[in-house]
């Protein structure tokens, strides 16, 4: 490795941005395309400068030989409540949800966030660099609005607060509307109604009182909605479902809708591919766990794709908080599934784009994350072997242009613990 890589990997804090150009390397752009042999990508000021075969290295800029190894833009987790959890059964610890709060479509979970969390480190260590983080259940149909996040060893991790606004329909949603699928789609409707009259004359709240169907702050929540200012994420899964919340786009039209879920999505490809919805897919979803699951398959995403629905693949349904670094494995299944006779999966470089430039599209970020094209923010992460595969590893990571820490707290508690010697306990940790 080159002096400057060793450099990187050695840092224990987090360090200023840099300028620096990774050369030699099997570079992985994450649009879509294969990956190019002996490429580089030049940061500068904390972006992309120029990616690819041939760039030129500007006098005065660091240059780390990736020695052929695979370096790819940056991880972006799909869906993710990172940030949101540090130990799921404790309650102190776990701001994911607010079931008992007033409010839904306003809440917020930007103040919540905890940068210092050790999922962060973890799934840095894994080469996630952006996560979008959503919250989960509250007293009403609407969970809230979710953020895009940056997983750098510092203190501010939101890239773009209110990126999102999340409701769930199906079983959980007719849970929370009254117990079935016609209370659900009845109260979404009345909701965003209530939304768009507020947005017409804000007395009306006032008007209404006691009877009024939302709070003001879920009212102006709902508004960036229903003018397709805020991308609204839905939990679905059963097909006649998924074609019910299509249709919601005739009704509100400036809907941006991206479907996080869709298990039985294969069945209304066609239908989902012509509304020209992006989607959220958890590959791993091969069994029919629950009656609105009954057509799960892991050729899903691939009947997606080859429909021509645009697909990310994302760690939900799973550990959504710990290991948003399982998406390089996700892909890397629908890779293998594709060689597989009567099965559908992805080709490689499907699958790399479906976790990094596919998630920051859906979220409406394509052009500021998720890819090494010129602008892009400077996440990137060279790998010891091909980032697909399960054994492989990150050996260095930048955010931002600012190399990062890949040591996580388990790190530290195995040296801790790893060779203690007898009489004194282990020092306690550094501060």
Do not use: C
Not at 166 to 175: H, I, L, R
Not at 208 to 230: F, P, S
Not at 326 to 346: D, E, F, H, R
Not at 359 to 373: D, F, K, Y
């Amino acid at each position: 490795m080159g002096s400057a890589l060793v450099a990187a990997l050695a840092l224990t804090t987090p360090a200023a941005a840099q300028d620096v150009a990774i050369v030699n390397a099997k570079l992985v752009i994450g649009d879509g395309s294969a990956p190019v042999e002996g490429g580089s990508v030049v940061i500068r000021g904390g972006k992309v400068v120029a990616a690819g075969a041939g760039v030129a290295v500007p006098a005065g800029v660091e240059r780390v030989d990736a020695q052929g190894r695979y370096v790819t833009p940056g991880i972006v987790a799909a869906f993710s409540r990172v940030g949101l959890v540090e130990v799921d059964a404790v309650t102190g610890t776990n701001d994911r949800g607010a079931a008992r709060s007033r409010f839904s479509a306003g809440l917020d979970i930007a103040p919540a966030l905890n940068p210092m969390g050790s999922p962060v480190a973890v799934n840095r260590a894994s080469g996630v660099t952006r996560a979008i983080v959503a919250p989960s259940a509250s007293s009403n149909l609407f969970a809230g609005q979710g953020a895009v996040v940056d997983l750098a060893d510092d203190m501010d991790m939101v890239t773009r607060p209110r990126a999102l606004q999340f409701v769930a329909f199906g079983e959980d949603g007719s849970a929370k509307a009254g117990g079935s699928r016609a209370a659900t789609f009845l109260l979404f409707r009345e909701q965003l109604l209530a939304a768009r009259s507020y947005a017409r004359n804000p007395a009306t709240l006032a008007e209404w009182g006691n009877d009024a169907m939302i709070q003001r702050a879920d009212a102006e929540a709902l508004v960036r909605v229903i003018d397709g200012t805020t991308p609204l994420f839905v939990r679905v899964d059963r097909a006649a479902d998924i074609l019910n919340v299509i249709k919601l786009k005739s009704e509100f039209p400036a809907l941006k809708l991206v479907l996080v879920g869709v298990t039985e999505g294969w069945l209304v490809a066609r239908e989902i591919a012509a509304a020209k919805v992006p989607v959220l897919v958890s590959p791993l979803s091969d069994l029919p766990d629950s009656f609105e699951r009954l057509g799960a398959t892991q050729s899903n995403a691939g009947r997606l794709k080859a429909a021509g629905v645009d697909i990310s693949v994302g760690v939900f349904d799973d550990d959504d908080a710990h290991k948003m670094g399982y998406a390089t494995q996700y892909a890397g299944n629908l890779v293998g599934l594709a060689k597989l006779p009567g099965a559908s999966g992805l080709s490689w470089d499907q699958a790399f784009a479906s976790i990094s430039s596919a998630p920051a599209r859906a979220v409406g970020m394509e052009g500021s994350i998720g890819s090494l094209r010129p602008g892009r923010v400077g996440d990137v992460v060279i790998w010891d072997d091909d980032p697909l595969e399960l054994g492989s590893r990150p050996t260095a990571v930048w955010i931002d242009g600012k190399a990062q820490s890949l040591t996580t707290r388990q790190d530290r508690l195995r040296d801790r613990y790893a060779t203690p010697g007898e009489g004194a306990l282990p020092k306690a940790y550094d501060r």
